[in-house]
Structure formats: C-alpha cells, structure tokens
C-alpha cells in the first residue's frame, strides 16, 4: 500500500523530470546553456529572501483561484469564472478603498468585504441561470469573465481612471494589506489564502454540510433522494466559489497590485481550473499546487531574462510538465497499470 | 452434439481482485448453457471476456475447436457472438430504431435506409413475439419495453451464440414466458445460448446444462434434469436454502402514510398516476403488483416526497407533511429503498461509511456542533457494526461504493434505511438482480422490520415476491387501482389478470 | 525554510562595475511582442541602434504579463544590468517599486508622466500633440471626402492627445473636415483593426491615422483591399516607425526616432547625469519629424504645403 | 440606416461568423464524441501561424489552409493521447494546449522571422463569386461573392447535419459520445472514433486558426485568435450540438460583434468597453430566454475505461 502511494508521487515526478529534459533540449538548440537556465531557474525562485519572498507573493491570488474552482467542482459546477469573479472582487474592493474618502484597516476591512461580497455576486449570476434556466455555467461564466474584464477596462480607462494612462488610483497607503516582514512583499493576505484553504478542507470533509455538497456534486439524484436540497448547495457553490475569488482580487488588489490596468488578472482563472485539478481536488493539494504555479512562474522569468531564451519557451516548458505531471497520474488510474503495479508489488511482497 | 465454444483457463484481475480464476467453460451447438452463482461470482465478467469487451489475464478461447482471440466486441460481433447485458447497454437519448440498428454492418450503404430497416425489424419482433414501439425515445419506454429492445437489438444482429446476462430480472412473468419461447425458437434453429439468472425456476425450466462459479472459479457442470435447486443452492452458497413461509398480519394498526385520490400525469399511461387512494398502516406490508411502468416509480417517489402529486391529497400519520420535500418525509421516518440503487440510492464515489452515515451526518452521533464538526471515528465503528450486522462484504468500509457487488450496494441502502427505525418503509424493486442468498436477506428484514411495527411499502414487479411478503396486495395498471386482495390466499388467477388490465 | 539574508549571488555584476573597460547594458521588457510591426518593434530596433551608437549590449523580454514587469526588472538588476528601458507607461508603478530597491539601476520609461522621474528614474516623453497635429495636417491636406478615421488602441492619455490634435489640426487647415475615430481595445487584434478601418471607409473616411501597434497593420490591409488593384484612394498615415512602402496606402509616417532619446538618456548614464529629468522629443530636438512622402501619391504641390504647415507647427504659428 | 450601411453590416456579420463557425463546427464533432476541447484557441492559434508562415512562403492560401489544418491535427494529437488513452481529464489538456500551442507558435514565429520592425505580409485568398447567383439583386454581390473558405463552411454546416441525422456511421458517431461502452457492445470501436473525433477537430480548428491569416488579415501576431476559442465553444453549447444552431449562434455572434463596431464608432461619449461587452450580453439574454435545458452529449468529459463498469 506505502509502496503503491510511493509510485503515485514518483511517477508524477517523473514525468516533470521528462518535462524539464525536453525544455532543456529545446533551450539548447536555442544556443543557450540548459544547466544554466535551469540554475537561474532555481536562483530566481530561491537563490534570495527577495526572490523566496517573490514566489511567495505570486503564488497568492493562484492559490485563490485554485480554491475557488476546487470548490466548484466540489459541487459539480464546471465554474470557468474565476477570472471575472477575481476581477470583480478586486474592483470592489478597490472602489471601497478610493472612495470611501478615509484610510486605514478599517477600511482594508471594508474593502475585503466589499470583494467577497462582488465575488460572490459575480459567481451567482450563474447559479441563479443555471438553476432558473438551466443554462450551462461553462458557457455563462465564460461570458461572464468577458463582461467583467471589459467592465474593468471601462473602471479603469473611465470610471476611476487617474492621470494620463488608462489605470485608476493606487490604494492609499493606510488602506494597503500590511506586510508581514516589512522589507519583503509577502502580505497578510497569503496568510488569509491558506487559512482559506483549510477552512476549504475543514468544511469539504469535516462537516455535514460539506459532505452533502460533495455528495451533491457526486450524486444529485441520489442526493435529492435523500434529502438534500440539490438547488441551494449548488447556487452556495456558486457563491463561494465566486466569494473566494473575489476574496483573492481584493487580498492582491490591497496587498499587492494596489490599482487597475491592463491585462490586470490575465489568465488567473485558468490558472486556478489547471491547479485544482492537478490538485485532485483537494483543498490543501491545491495551496501546495500553487505554490508550485508560483516558482515555476518566478523562476522561469530569471530563467528567461538570464538565458535570453524567448518568453514563448517559457511557456512551452511550464505547458510541458502540466501536460507529463497530469499525464503520469492518469496513468497511474489506467486498468492495466493499476494490475501492473498490483502484480509487481504483490510479487515483491510475497518473496 | 458438438462442441461450439471453450473457455480454458481464463483469469480475470482487477487490481489485485481475481473476478475470474482459471474458470474453464464450454457450451455445445444447440444447447441453453446456464452460468449460476451468487452475486459477484464472476458471471457476468467471465461473458464479458467472451464478447471482448474485457481482455483475460490469462487462458484462451476456442470458437468451433480454433482457437480465437477476442479483441473487441466488434470482433465478437463479427464471430457470431451477441450478448444482452445485465445493464442496459441504450443510448437513451436516441430512439428505439437507433439503437437497435447501432454499428449495424448489413449494407455497404452510407444513408441508413428507415423503410427497409424498419420492416425487416418489426418482422423480426413479430416472430418471436417482442413488442416495441420503434419511434420512441429510450427515456420514454419502461424497462421491461428497454429489455424487450435488448434482446430484440440481439436478435437483430443474428448471432449464433447468444448470452443472456439476467435478461429477466426486469420483465414480468408473462413476459418471461414468451421468452422461453423465443428460446425453444433459437434452439430450434440450432443456435446456442448462454443464459444467467438468479431464480431456480427459471434456470431449472430453460436450462440444459448448468455451470455453477464461486468466487470466480468454476465449481462444476450439471445437466439441469439430473438435478434440483436444493443442490444447486448448496453448491453455489455452499447451504442450503429452503423456501420460507412468511406469516401474514391481519390486524394492521394505524396508518403511517395515506393517498387520498392521487394523480400525477393523469395522461400519460407509463409514468402517471390517476385517482390512486391507499394506505399503508403500521406492522403491515402493502404490496403492490404490477407490470414495471404503470406508474410505480411515481408512487414511490410522491410517497418518499421527491415528487409532489398534482392533486389529491397525501397524508402522513394522519397529517399533511409540513414540508413536501425528502427532507420532510425523513424527518417523520420515512425510509425508502428506490429502484435505481445507483442512480438513487448510492454515491457511488463515496465510501461505504459515508453511504451508510449519508442521512444522518448531523446527528449526535456522528457529529458535534449540529454538523460542524465530524466524529470520523465513530462514524467508522458504527459502520464495522452495520458491515458485521448485514453481512456487507467489502475489504474495507473506506471502499467506494461503486465496486462493490449488486448485492452488497443494495445491503448498504438496507443496512442505511433499516437503521433508521422507519415506521414507512418503501422498497421498490428491493431484490431484482440479487442472488439467492441476497434475496432471502433482504426479504427476512423487511418481514422483521414489519413486524417491529414498521410499515411496508412494497412495490415490486416479481410477482412472486408480491405474493409472499405482502398483506395486502394492490394492483397498479396504467396509474390506476385494479384491485385489492388480501394477502393470505390471493386469487392467483383474478389478480393477473388485473395486472393485463383487465 | 533554508532561507539566508544572502545579497545577490551576482559577484559578476560587481566585478563588471570595477573593470575599467566596462560595457554597458541595457534590457528592455515589453508587453507586446518586440515582431509586432509596430510599437514594440519601433522601440526594440531603437534601443538597439541607440545601443550601436553607444557601444552598449542589449536584452530584451518581451511578451510578458503585467504581473510579471517586476519579476523580469528584478532579474535584469540582479544580472547586472546598467539600465532597463520601459516603454510605456504602464510598466511605470513596477519601475518605480523596482528602482527603489536598486539604486544603482537607472530606469527609462517611455512615455512616462512628467512627475516620475527621481533620481534613478527617466521619463522619455515624444510629444503626442506634435505627433496628433502633424497626422492631422496630412490628413487635412489629402482628405477629398473631409471625413478622416483614427483607430486607438486603449485609452491611454497620450492617445487621446493624439486623436485630440489630429482632428483640430486637420480642421485648422480645413473646417469642413469631421473625424470618426473609435478604440479597438487591444494593441494586437489585427482583424478588430480591419474591421473598423472597413466601417470607417464606409462611412466615408478616406485618410486614417492609428494609434494601436498591430490593429494599424490590420487596418492598412482594410485599406489596401478597398483600394483594390485600381487608383488609390485611401491613405494611411503611419507611425511611429517610417511605414513608407509597408503598404501601398501609406502616404506618410510621422516618425518618433526613439533611439535618439534613448541615446541621450545612455549618455546620462555614462557621464553620470541620469535621473532626475524628462527627456523630451518634438520637431524642436527633431526627435520628432515628418518620414518620406510617397511620391506616387502626394505631389509636390501637396507635398511641399505639408512641409510648410509641419514647419509653422513648430515655430509655433500654425493655425494663428 | 440607408442600404450600404446594413450590406456593410451583413457582410461584416459573415466576415466575423466563418472563423467561428468553422471552429465551433470543429467543437461540434469533438463534442459530438464525448470530448470537450478547451483547447480551440490554441490549435487556431497554430494554425494561424503555420497557415500563415505557408502562404508567406509559397503564396498559396490553399496549400497553406491544408497544413495548417493538418498542424491543427497535429496539436490535437497530443489532448487525444492524453484524454483518450491516457483517460485523463479533458479540461486540463485543453488547458494545456492553450499554454503550448501558442507559445509554440510564437517561438516559430520569433525563429522564422527574428526580430524586425518589417512586418511580414502573405498574400490573401482570392474571393470567388459564384456565377448566377452573385447577380441576385441586393445581397448577391455580398453573399455570393466571398472566399472559397466561406462556401466551404456553410456547406459543412449541411453535410455535418446530415452526416449526423441521416448516415449509419453519424449515429455510431453520435452514440459514442452518449454512451461509449453500449457503442462498444455494439461493435463500435470506441477508441478510433474517439481519435477520428479528434483529428476532425484538430483539423477544423487549424484550418479555422489559418482562415483568419490567410482569408482576414494578412499577418500574423502573437493575439491574433483573441479568445475566438472560447467563443466558439459557447456557440457549440448555444446551438445545442446540432450544426444548424451553432450556425445561427454564431451569426448572432458576429452579427453582434459587426454592430457593436459599428456603434463604437461615431459615439465617443460612451465608453467603448460597454459597446464590446454586447455580444457576450447578447449571448447571455438570449440564452436565458431561449432557456437551455439540453445538456449535450452524455458522456462528454467523460474518460472511457472500456474494462471499467
Ligand atoms: N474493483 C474492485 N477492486 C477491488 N476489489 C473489489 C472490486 N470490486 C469488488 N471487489 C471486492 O471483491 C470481493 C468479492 O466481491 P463479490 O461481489 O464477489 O461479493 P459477494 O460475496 O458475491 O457478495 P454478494 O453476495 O452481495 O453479491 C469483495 O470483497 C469486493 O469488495
Ligand atoms: N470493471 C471492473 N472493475 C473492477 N472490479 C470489477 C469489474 N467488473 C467486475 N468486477 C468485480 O468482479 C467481481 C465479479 O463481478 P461480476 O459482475 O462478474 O459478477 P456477477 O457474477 O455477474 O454478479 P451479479 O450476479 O451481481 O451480476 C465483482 O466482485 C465485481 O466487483
Ligand atoms: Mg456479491
Ligand atoms: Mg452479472
């Protein structure tokens, strides 16, 4: 058993390694040095505090997006929206911060609310078409992302804009999440993400109402059946998920990106879908996926900026280890591997 | 006769699980070959190697003495192999005609041809006496119309050894006669047949030869006249069975649930009801009879509160429900045993623990804080009791649901329902598809729990199980109330004939 | 965590600060693609001839993420980079945070507000009203319909600048003339250019201007195909590169010559004098000024009248 | 409106359709066998590049639609071993493929051409009109008179519906994607459907990918697809699998996209973000009030393990 859960790690590991070698092939017919690109890969994660810090940071909004899907799915919503409902949240939260006219925590406090709170809208306008008209959230929140990014172009070219390029005001000061240490980036808000990925978890296994949402999500007849309210855990999955995106747009808005502008949230929702399912769905997995997300981005721009390699092969080499990591542990699932592996250690063990 | 098919030392693994060890298997040309065994033997896995559909671990196949090997049931189809399924292998999002003509190779042309196809299939269903209605959707159909379409579908594709996998686990006496006829027919044209099933009569009567697996391996091959279902009960479970008689209650006591001129769907003849008034009392079991698709489902359904009737009036232990909804009906002891243990009763991808625990996680018991927080622990002892309690055989109770046997999912939902303490306990269909060990289990606890004062629901489209646990039978036909009949010495003859409507 | 309060493990960068004969190096990071055909590449090939002029080595990564500016000036610092070239001003708040923690690093934005520079900050600053007016009094001149198009990529501040002028110098020369204009919303949706170039056409514009990088090429080929294999009748104006001979409907280009301005912030750096100023570029210090004209289609008459106004535009006499 | 106004509009309104057509027709075959593809955006964004890189080289739109059509199937490939053999999940590859395709297509991009200012033009297909019926009065000239690519997708919009309500081989299509093992008991290899699902996707969306360099613009930039994929995906779902709606989704799509441009233009007042956010709008209203209860093909997303009950 130890062994079997040995090899669904190894093998996952195994096929980044692969992963790393093919970018490493690649960057050597570009002319560069692989041993070197990947040495500025691991110096630009963690060669300083700066850097580690760095990760850190990136990784944040990531692990909120990741939540917010894992929480989803939890559900069986195929949610796509994290990015809109992200943006939404930070919008909000940014709104309540400039205008209120005051600064201070009480304000941040304000602000987060305010975001969740937008999230979480953003995140029931699907649910309630899904469960009043049956539409099918991908294609609603898919939509609804557009929307919100657009929207985000018309806050910050018109609405809140300030000054001469298309970006709104920054955050002031006293509103801003604080810093943990005060000369690194690292905010009070990653802590707030990984509290939020317990609370996940906690409530995903460790409540009756957790339970049932899962069993929702597995099972809806079977849950209606026997008794659950089938509609109100979806549109409450809908809701939270959303809530926490939201939660993430105002944790980065106030902690780490302070105003609006273009390409702002880029990507983040899709991000979250990758992470949450190379995570399994789990809450914690996801946080530590993240993570991963976040050295990998991290890394990979010192890697680039020091090898001189294109950013396009960047980005085929973190689209390689998803594509091996997910791949291996597919694999591991597949019927005559499961009777490979059961073979090879029932062998082992009987000698 | 001559020999036709062999099986030689086939093995089936699933992880490190042997469904089928070294099972040998041979059928003649001519011949009705059954495949007994408790639920789980390795039955069905053991004809699935043959249609290809699952690769051996090891053994090989031989097909007319030659030795064949099997790679997909496109193969199989090609070979002369067809096979029933014991689930319904229906698109049901297609028609009728689509699905039984699927993968169809008979013509090189590329439009399917309706007029042609459909004349040659209605011919088909014409001559062995299986009625379909070609136009409509699968979802439209009752099951016994989707196992007539089964077995239609194989007939269709004219193989030479056809397997029945529990082709009568859903089709109703009558039915089940025009079967052994269409069987005969097949006999007579030479073909050969594979037939599973769980009930002694019917594998007595069809049967010439009898293979008995346990545990996945093949115990031994009887010729059905040289034996009785005392011995093959005793090979198969290794005790004997006899046949119970379960006492009759006359005295019922107050009711726990009342119809009062129900309708659902008043128009539509399989999934409506009309003007439907029962009651079902304390300690009694209310049986109802009945072809499948006569407005069963919903009568299950509106009485466990997952659907509300249109009109009349349902009362619960005197009263209207305060709430019309499952939940309501749970909150006053309602238990229910639905038709579709998969679909309804199960989450398949949750462990046997959660399943077991599913209603009440927020109880005291397995919870503090209303909910907030789980006692894993003790949810984990209380369902090692129930597995020890009911007999559940699993490796463990943190396995999934899903890969455990017919028989012991449906234990799960019984151990769930019964330990509810339910004084309205509805079983739909409670032992279709179980062995007979299975079957006697579930039929002891119903009795058991009827006579802790419970009352029973039972809706059924055995027949026989109708006549022996119920004490009172009602018979449903196109949504309406044929009849009422005691239970004790059912006019056996005036209550089928209710059952055809008439 | 193995976390250590280490300094950067670039013993290089220092080493390369003591050698006398020292090269400097220059990293540019851009949003776009620097292949684009427009900004990115104008303001890739003029860090480069900046740099050849110079002597200076060049970097560049392009195509990045918004939340990934910081990450790569980090890096670039953290190699030993003598200055980091931003072009645009929304790479301004991540220069700033940057330029904080590496005092030794000087940074040029492009485009940068007047208030930014302090003293390791830059701002490079072409003028958008000269750049407006001059496209405007082509357009002014050339126009037959007196209906001419301009398409802006976002709402920057300097684009509307740009839009703002072109339309009042175009009047100034010709007051029946109206101008249509719209935002593609994107600087690289190539068939969103067209299709607003097409409906610009059909309501009647026959000179256009963009403001947009790669949904101007988009635009040219709407014109082009409108124009077909016959006499051209609609022009483009180009920027900020000379466009001449791109497309056949190029008339003009009002070009920016980046690499003098990023020339002259090198030589700061070199003489030590960085910080602390703008950097300006107009038809003055001729880091502004009017491309070649398509002889084929401006005649010298015409052409000869542009250069006139361009040269009032400058003393300050245009349109009084 | 006077007349050129709204034939500038109708045309706009197929201009901006055919792209998204023929990529939501790719979605649609993909779909139609159990596989959700996320992944439009990248492979159109490959086959945007090699179509184009084809036609800069050999001048022939044609011969370039074909191997960026085949690239296309090529980037598919890799979400098709993964999902159908490997069985994992669909969402992620598509994922996937949109990090990689047009990261890939973008290195080529930068290999080819290195770093230049001179943008890089190929040439455009030809339109062709088609004799009798491009003298219809009005909108015969706008209609017929258009690139063989346009024709060619509308008639893929007949063909696909009737290859899949009236052939053999369009049932067994079909029944794979709603139930594969009953397609399997009934003869029909699942797995090879799967694949050939796939490379008609692959196909289709590259060629898609390509029309868009060799039928729109002439070149190629790194955003040239701009979320055309995901467009088409919901136009699969709007139209409820069946070519017909995912041709009238589509339309409406681009009819919306021609108008919100047109409106953009001439009203500076209003912010254009508001005119873009029409289509997305549009589609949202009227999906809600065409309701849209059908879920599509059953087993979609759905891995199929043939020993798997
Ligand atoms: N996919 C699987 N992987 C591992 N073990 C399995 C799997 N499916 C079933 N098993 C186990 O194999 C054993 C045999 O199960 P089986 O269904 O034969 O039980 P059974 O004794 O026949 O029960 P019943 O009489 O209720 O049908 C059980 O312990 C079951 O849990
Ligand atoms: N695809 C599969 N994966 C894992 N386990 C399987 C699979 N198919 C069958 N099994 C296991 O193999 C055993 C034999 O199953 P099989 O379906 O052949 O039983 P059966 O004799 O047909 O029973 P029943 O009477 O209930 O139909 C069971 O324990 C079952 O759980
Ligand atoms: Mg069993
Ligand atoms: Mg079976």
Redesign the pocket.
């Known amino acids: 058993m130890l062994k079997k859960n040995f090899m669904n790690v190894l093998i996952p590991m195994l096929s980044i390694l692969l992963a790393f070698i093919i970018g490493m092939i690649i960057i050597l017919c570009m002319g560069a040095n692989p041993i070197q690109a990947i040495g500025f890969l691991f110096r630009g994660a963690f060669g300083t505090v700066t850097n580690l810090s760095n990760t850190v940071v990136r990784s944040m909004p990531l692990i909120f997006c990741g939540l917010c899907t894992c929480f989803a799915y939890r559900c069986g919503i195929f949610n796509l929206g994290g990015e809109g409902q992200f943006l939404m949240g930070a919008m909000a939260a940014l709104a309540v911060s400039l205008l209120i006219g005051a600064e201070g925590p009480w304000v941040t406090v304000l602000a987060i609310v305010a975001g969740i709170l937008a999230g979480g809208f953003w995140g029931l306008l699907p649910g309630i078409l899904k469960s009043w008209r049956g539409l099918n959230e991908m294609i609603t929140t898919i939509m609804f992302n557009y929307v919100a990014v657009l929207f985000m172009g018309f806050v910050y070219t018109s609405a809140l804009r300030e000054g001469s390029v298309p970006q709104t005001a920054a955050v002031p000061d006293l509103t801003k999440i604080s810093r943990i240490f005060p000369n690194l980036r690292i905010t009070w808000g990653i802590v707030i993400a990984i509290l939020v990925g317990i609370a996940a978890w906690y409530f995903l296994f460790h409540t009756s109402k957790g339970f049932q949402l899962r069993a929702v999500g597995f099972n809806p007849t079977a849950s209606q059946f026997n008794g659950f309210s089938v509609k109100s855990y979806r549109l409450m999955a809908f809701v939270v998920s959303g809530a926490i995106a939201g939660l993430g747009g105002a944790s980065d808005i106030l902690g780490t990106q302070f105003r609006l502008i273009s390409g702002y949230g880029s990507g983040y929702g899709f991000d979250g879908v990758a992470i949450a399912l190379i995570a399994q769905l789990d809450p914690i997995a996801t946080v530590i996926v993240a993570y991963f997300f976040a050295v990998l981005r991290v890394g990979s721009t010192t890697m680039q900026v020091g090898s001189g390699v294109p950013t396009s092969v960047i980005d085929i080499i973190q689209a390689l280890v998803i594509i091996f990591a997910v791949a291996g542990s597919a694999m591991m699932h597949l019927?005559t591997v499961k009777v490979f592996f059961s073979n090879l250690f029932g062998k082992k063990e009987a000698a | 006769m001559e020999e036709l098919l062999r099986m030689e030392g086939i093995s089936?693994q699933?992880?490190e699980?042997f469904?089928?060890r070294n099972v040998c298997f041979e059928v003649r040309a001519g011949e009705v070959h059954t495949?007994l065994?408790?639920?789980?033997?390795?039955?069905?896995?053991?004809?699935?190697v043959l249609v290809g559909l699952?690769q051996p671990t090891s053994g090989s196949i031989f097909l007319h003495g030659k030795k064949v090997k099997i790679d997909s049931p496109a193969h199989a189809v090609k070979l002369g192999i067809g096979m029933v399924h014991?689930h319904f292998m229906l698109v049901e999002a297609m028609t009728v005609f689509e699905n039984i003509i699927l993968g169809d190779r008979r013509s090189k042309k590329p439009f399917i041809d309706v007029k042609e196809r459909k004349k040659e299939i209605l011919e088909l269903s014409w001559k062995y006496g299986l009625n379909v209605e070609l136009d409509e959707k699968i979802t439209n159909i009752a099951v016994g119309a989707q196992q007539r379409v089964e077995i239609l579908k194989a007939l269709y594709r004219g193989a030479e050894l056809l397997i029945l996998?529990?082709p009568t686990a859903a089709l109703t006496d009558v039915e089940v006669e025009g079967l052994y006829s269409i069987i005969e027919k097949l006999k007579a044209e030479g073909k050969s047949i594979v037939f599973?099933s769980?009930k002694m009569r019917e594998v007595l009567h069809v049967s010439d030869r009898i293979t008995i697996?346990r545990a996945?391996e093949a115990i031994c091959t009887l010729d059905a006249d040289k034996t009785t279902s005392q011995e093959l009960a005793n090979l198969m479970i290794g005790r004997e069975l006899s046949e119970p008689i379960y006492s009759k209650v006359t005295q019922p006591g107050d009711p726990v649930i009342e119809f009062i001129n129900v309708s659902y769907k008043k128009s539509f003849k399989h999934g409506g009801l009309s003007e439907v008034s029962l009651r079902v009392a304390k300690g009694e079991i209310l049986g109802i009879a009945g072809v499948d698709g006569n407005g069963q489902s919903q009568l299950a359904q509106i009485a466990a509160g997952v659907i509300v009737n249109e009109s009349g009036e349902v009362k619960l232990k005197g009263k209207k429900p305060s709430t019309f909804a499952p939940r309501g009906f749970i909150d006053e002891r309602v238990s229910l045993i639905p038709e579709d243990r998969n679909l309804m009763g199960l989450v398949g991808d949750m462990s046997i623990e959660d399943n077991l625990v599913f209603k009440s996680t927020e109880d005291v018991r397995f919870s503090n804080f209303h909910g907030w927080l789980l006692k894993k622990n003790a949810i984990r002892q209380y369902s090692e009791e129930l597995r020890d309690k009911y007999d559940i055989r699993c490796q463990s109770v943190a396995q999934e649901t899903r890969?455990?046997?017919?028989?012991n999912q449906q234990k799960v939902i019984l151990a769930r329902e019964l330990e509810a303490e339910p004084d309205l306990l509805i079983a739909v269909h409670p032992t279709r598809?179980?062995?007979i060990g299975a079957t006697r289990y579930v039929r002891d606890s119903m009795i058991e729990a009827r006579d802790k004062g419970c009352g029973v629901l039972l809706i059924s489209a055995d027949f026989d199980e109708v006549l022996q646990l119920s004490d009172r039978i009602i018979v449903l036909f196109e949504g309406q109330i044929m009849g009422e009949y005691s239970g004790k010495n059912p006019p056996i003859q005036e209550i089928s004939l209710a059952m055809a409507g008439k | 965590g193995g976390a250590k309060e280490t300094p950067a493990p670039d013993s290089s960068a220092g080493a390369a600060t003591d050698t006398p004969a020292k090269t400097y190096k220059v990293a540019m990071i851009c949003d776009s693609a620097i292949s684009d055909g427009g900004w990115g590449a104008a303001c890739y090939n003029g860090m480069v001839d900046a740099a050849t002029a110079n002597g200076w080595e060049t970097a560049y990564t392009d195509s990045i993420d918004q939340s990934a500016y910081a990450d790569s000036m980090i890096s670039y610092c953290d190699l030993g980079y003598d200055m980091i070239f931003a072009p645009g001003n929304q790479y301004s708040d991540a220069v700033v945070q940057v330029a904080a923690d590496y005092p030794n690093v000087f940074f040029a934005v492009l485009n940068g507000s007047e208030t930014l520079p302090t003293a390791n900050i830059a701002s490079i600053l072409p003028d958008a009203k000269q750049i407006g007016s001059i496209a405007g009094i082509i357009a002014g001149t050339m126009s037959k319909s007196n209906v001419i198009g301009f398409i802006g990529g976002m709402e920057l501040d300097t684009t509307k600048a740009k839009l703002a002028n072109f339309e009042s110098a175009a009047k100034t020369i010709n007051p029946s003339i109206s101008a249509v204009s719209a935002y593609a919303g994107s600087f690289n949706d190539t068939a969103k250019g067209m299709e607003l170039a097409a409906s610009m056409i059909n309501d009647g514009a026959d000179v256009f201007f963009g403001d947009a990088s790669a949904v101007d090429s988009g635009a040219r080929q709407a014109i082009d195909q409108k124009n077909g294999t016959g006499a051209i009748g609609i022009f483009d104006i180009g920027q900020p590169a000379d466009l001449l001979g791109q497309n056949p409907c190029v008339v003009c280009s009002v070009v920016t010559d980046n690499a003098g301005m990023i020339g002259l912030c090198m030589k700061d750096v070199q003489s030590g004098t960085f910080g602390n100023k703008v950097v300006y570029g107009n038809l003055e210090n001729g880091c502004v000024y009017l491309g070649k004209f398509n002889d084929e289609l401006v005649d010298a008459d015409t052409q000869t009248k542009i250069t006139d106004y361009v040269k009032a535009l400058q003393d300050g006499t245009f349109g009084k | 409106m006077d007349g050129s106004t709204i034939s500038d509009l109708i045309i706009a309104t197929v201009r901006m359709a055919t792209p998204l057509l023929i990529v939501a027709l790719a979605e649609l075959y993909s779909e139609r066998a159990g596989m959700v593809n996320i992944g439009l955006d990248g492979i159109m964004a490959f086959g945007a590049l090699v179509g184009f890189l084809v036609c800069y080289w050999t001048g022939n739109p044609y011969l370039a639609v074909i191997c960026a059509a085949v690239a296309g199937v090529g980037v598919n490939m890799v979400y098709a071993f993964c999902t159908i053999t490997l069985c994992a999940n669909q969402i992620v590859y598509g994922m996937a493929i949109n990090i990689f395709a047009p990261a890939l297509a973008s290195f080529i991009y930068r290999v080819v051409f290195g770093v230049s200012s001179t943008l890089a033009q190929a040439t455009l297909m030809k339109t062709v009109a088609i004799p009798v019926l491009k003298d219809i009065p009005l909108f015969g000239k706008l209609l017929f008179d258009q690139t063989p690519m346009v024709y060619l997708s509308y008639l893929l919009v007949i063909i696909t519906a009737i290859y899949f309500n009236r052939t053999k081989s369009g049932l067994n299509y079909k029944a794979v994607g709603e139930y594969p093992k009953a397609a399997e008991t009934m003869g029909i290899n699942v797995i090879r459907q799967k694949y050939i699902a796939c490379i008609i996707c692959g196909f289709f969306a590259g060629a898609g990918g390509a029309y868009l360099t060799t039928c729109y613009v002439n070149t190629y930039s790194d955003g040239v697809v701009a979320g055309r994929g995901f467009i088409a995906l919901a136009a699969v779902i709007f139209g409820r699998w069946t070519s017909p709606g995912v041709m009238m989704a589509c339309l409406l799509f681009g009819f919306f996209d021609a108008l919100q441009l047109r409106l953009q233009i001439g009203s500076n007042l209003i912010p254009y973000q508001l005119f873009q956010m029409i289509p997305y709008v549009m589609t949202l209203l009227a999906l809600t009030l065409l309701g849209n209860k059908i879920s599509g093909p059953k087993a979609n997303c759905k891995p199929y393990?043939r020993?798997?009950?």
């Open positions: 019927p | 089936k699933f992880g699980f469904a089928n495949l065994g408790e639920n789980g033997a390795g039955k069905s896995t053991l004809m699935n699952y014991q996998d529990e599973i769980h697996l996945g890969n455990l046997s017919g028989g598809g179980l062995d | 393990f020993e798997e009950r």
